[in-house]
């Protein structure tokens, strides 16, 4: 049994890294009131997704799939499809993370805070002034 | 920083490496790994290098933000362009074997204009975004 | 040049965008916007018809064929989202030329059109792939743009409630992305595809698997948030309330009826080998969370001051009324939520354009505000009352068709209760939109309202144009209820399209 369970967490090591972080991740976005430590928690979010994909296109003994001229025998190649994906999904993070910051920067400049209790508490006053 | 002699003599000696390296992602990208999102984010380096060492002024100065979004254009309008003009050549929609007699050719023309328009795009972008937010005042 | 026809319907705004940008000139961005769309529209027409007439048309990008690159596959489904979102989109447009120019700083217009554009092409993007992860791009192309013209709110009027509207929204809309994402990558994981029908044909034999059951509990999770049902709707009523006027009118229609397609498509197709109404307690689900969102956003709705909240929850219910056909899970309700995707689309579009024109002339959309207003601006009011009765499903209008078929298909799967509910959230949602009326025919202002005018006809016409359609559909509903039909019988006959 005890070995069971340590093949279990070192053979899907990757897959346990991936999930801790998916955790950590979105319990950072849905625990904290600070706008810019949600961004945070919402990249390490991502970031697990990418961990993810690429450690399920890894092939154990696999290399680069760089095409050789020449050699006859091919060496086993890498899946280099998961890795293509996040490349997209990594410029997908960035523009997110883009945008979100210069929200929280123009949220500052108006609410003068980037507190979400303090900032919906404003917006409370404003409701309630007329 | 802009008077520490230093910083500036050595940024001005990596500043044509880091350039160099960028041109060689980009333009060695259709043999080996590298391409053009990693190329613009090199490229973008050594701008936000330069804005560090000689000040944000300067590094406006050597790119306006209407060339920036030129640019920014310009990348996506290159790579759909390529795609029309496949078209327009009897391909399907990004078929570049049609580019050239050769199939394989018209594949390394196509992937070298597309690499390159998706490299100006994110260099120009990432540019942007550092300066959009280095201009916050505090 | 028709058969490029699929790829043009995305490349076209995809390359008017950052056109938009180049040219800046904001008379001539408008008119090439407005050139763009209603190409956009023709393309999208033509299509729908081709389909309709000659089956599924797939398009391979870069002639790489289907299972290895990326194929744009279009059958009836799909045809008849591409009209609405470039029916709408066009419109919208032509709407917005006077309202965002009250409610958008002036130097950012052309930012806007740009934005639009981008948004209306990952939408279409969305509809029109047959790739899995190309659809998630196409998702975040969309959700990117809408989170930046959400914001753009925040600009003119000092409405600050828009840029954290935007904000939560990016947050939760971000969540819901990666969701999605989490689940094409076990998805692939077990069967190495990402086309839809590569994935139907390999799913079945690797179902009895966890990774895919989670995979199935991922992508459901995701796309229930972007499409804003219970319990996943908190972002909805302050992003549409809080969006300039014109991205309130063509979100509302359009964003949340992609995310039910996605939904459809999943299930029907990429999942479509698979019994999952009888293996998986999915349709228990939805039909929980679909009668929740009817009563929770019918109810919500009543007791709102602001019309443009009470609109947003009154989309809530209206998006449980579709997600019920689909749990419903037979031929009469799965049409009934077609049917319902259409017309919803054509009269909340009208509903938000009618209190767009509102807030021009009042500078507010409180229901205490719109007092008087009937006398006012009749054209307006008159178009907000013909919509309204076809959200409550009045006989003779389109929305009396699709509540029609879908008590139908509840009684047909023996389900008087839900039939029942449907009844009860219908009599909750004319208790909001007589108050509106109440308000605007029976009631004086409490000043002398501020000449408060009708709006020009770039602003009317398209209003009218959408309203007169929920009645036209309403009469004459055999094209849409056929159409839906044939869309319902494929997708319960689980072929992959």
Redesign the interface.
């Known amino acids: 049994m005890s070995t069971d369970l340590l093949e279990q967490v070192s053979g899907h090591f990757n897959y346990w890294m991936a999930v801790i972080l998916m955790m950590v991740g979105l319990y950072v976005v849905l625990s904290r009131h600070n706008l810019i430590k949600k961004l945070v928690g919402l990249n390490i979010f991502q970031t697990s997704v990418f961990i993810l994909y690429v450690s399920m296109g890894k092939i154990h003994g696999g290399i680069a799939p760089i095409y050789v001229e020449g050699v006859t025998e091919q060496p086993v190649f890498s899946n280099p499809v998961p890795h293509v994906l996040m490349l997209t999904a990594i410029v997908v993070g960035i523009a997110t993370t883009a945008l979100g910051l210069s929200l929280v920067v123009l949220i500052k400049k108006t609410f003068n805070t980037i507190e979400e209790d303090e900032i919906q508490a404003s917006l409370d006053k404003k409701r309630r002034k007329p | 920083m802009k008077n520490q002699a230093i910083y500036r003599e050595v940024a001005k000696l990596m500043m044509p490496f880091i350039l160099m390296f960028a041109m060689y992602v980009q333009f060695h990208g259709d043999f080996g790994p590298g391409g053009g999102f990693q190329a613009g984010v090199i490229l973008a380096v050594v701008y936000i290098l330069y804005a560090l060492v000689f000040g944000l002024g300067n590094a406006r100065h050597v790119t306006p933000m209407t060339i920036l979004r030129f640019m920014l254009a310009f990348g996506v309008l290159l790579y759909a362009g390529v795609g029309m003009v496949t078209m327009f050549m009897g391909g399907q929609f990004l078929d570049y074997n049609v580019l050239s007699h050769d199939p394989a050719h018209g594949q390394h023309l196509g992937v070298f204009l597309v690499e390159l328009g998706v490299g100006i795009s994110v260099a120009a972008a990432m540019i942007t975004i550092f300066f959009v937010f280095s201009g916050q005042e505090h | 040049m028709t058969a490029?026809l699929p790829?043009l319907q995305v490349?076209l705004p995809?390359?008017a965008?950052?056109?938009c940008?180049?040219i800046r000139q904001l008379t001539l961005v408008r008119l090439f916007s407005l050139v763009v769309t209603g190409t956009a529209f023709l393309i999208s027409a033509t299509l729908l018809y081709q389909v309709n007439t000659a089956g599924p048309i797939s398009?391979?990008?870069?002639?790489w064929p289907a299972p290895y690159g990326i194929e744009y596959r279009i059958d009836l489904l799909n045809a008849v989202l591409l009209f609405i979102i470039s029916l709408i989109g066009f419109l919208v447009l032509i709407y917005s030329k006077n309202s965002i120019a009250r409610e958008i700083t002036q130097n950012r217009l052309y930012l806007f059109h740009s934005l639009y554009l981008l948004c209306m092409t990952g939408l279409l993007g969305m509809v029109i792939t047959g790739d899995v992860?190309n659809l998630?791009?196409f998702l975040?192309i969309t959700a990117?743009s809408s989170?930046?013209l959400i914001?753009m709110g925040?600009g003119r009027l000092g409405n600050?409630?828009a840029?954290?509207a935007?904000?939560r929204y990016?947050?939760l809309g971000?969540?819901g992305?990666?969701f999605y994402?989490?689940g094409v990558?076990l998805m692939?994981?077990m069967t190495g595809a990402l086309n839809m029908a590569d994935l139907a044909r390999l799913l079945p034999s690797v179902f009895d698997t966890t990774t895919i059951q989670a995979a199935l509990g991922f992508l459901v999770v995701g796309i229930t948030l972007k499409m804003a049902l219970f319990p996943l709707h908190m972002w909805q009523a302050a992003a549409y309330a809080r969006a300039p006027s014109t991205v309130s009118s063509f979100l509302a229609a359009t964003a949340t009826k992609v995310a039910v397609y996605v939904q459809l498509r999943m299930i029907f197709t990429v999942f479509g080998q698979i019994p999952l109404f009888r293996d998986t307690p999915l349709d228990e689900i939805l039909i929980v969370l679909a009668l929740s969102s009817m009563i929770i956003g019918s109810l919500s709705a009543v007791y709102q001051k602001d019309m443009r909240r009470m609109l947003a929850f009154s989309s809530l219910a209206q998006i449980g009324y579709i997600v019920l056909g689909i749990g419903l899970n037979n031929a009469t309700a799965l049409s009934a939520s077609i049917v319902h995707l259409f017309n919803h689309a054509l009269m909340k579009s009208a509903l938000f354009m009618a209190l767009g024109a509102v807030f021009m002339s009042t500078h507010s959309v409180k229901r205490g505000a719109m007092r008087g207003l009937g006398r006012n601006m009749p054209i307006t009011m008159a178009a907000f009352v013909v919509a309204g009765l076809s959200l409550i499903g009045v006989p003779l209008t389109s929305g009396f068709i699709s509540k029609w078929l879908l008590v139908q298909g509840a009684l047909e799967s023996g389900m008087w209760p839900v039939a029942l509910m449907i009844l009860v959230s219908s009599l909750l949602s004319i208790i909001y939109i007589w108050k509106v009326v109440e308000a605007a025919y029976f009631k004086k202002p409490k000043r002398a309202l501020p000449k408060a005018r009708d709006p020009g006809p770039t602003m009317w016409v398209p209003m009218w144009i959408l309203a007169a359609a929920s009645i036209w559909f309403g009469v004459d509903a055999g094209t849409t209820v056929g159409i839906a039909n044939k869309v319902a019988e494929t997708l319960l006959g689980g072929v992959p399209q």
Do not use: D, K, R, S
């Open positions: 490029h790829v490349v995809l390359m965008a950052p056109l940008v180049v398009y391979a990008i870069g002639n992860f998630f791009v975040e990117l989170y930046a914001a925040g600050p409630q840029l954290y935007a904000f990016l947050i971000t969540l992305g990666t994402i989490i990558g692939y994981m």
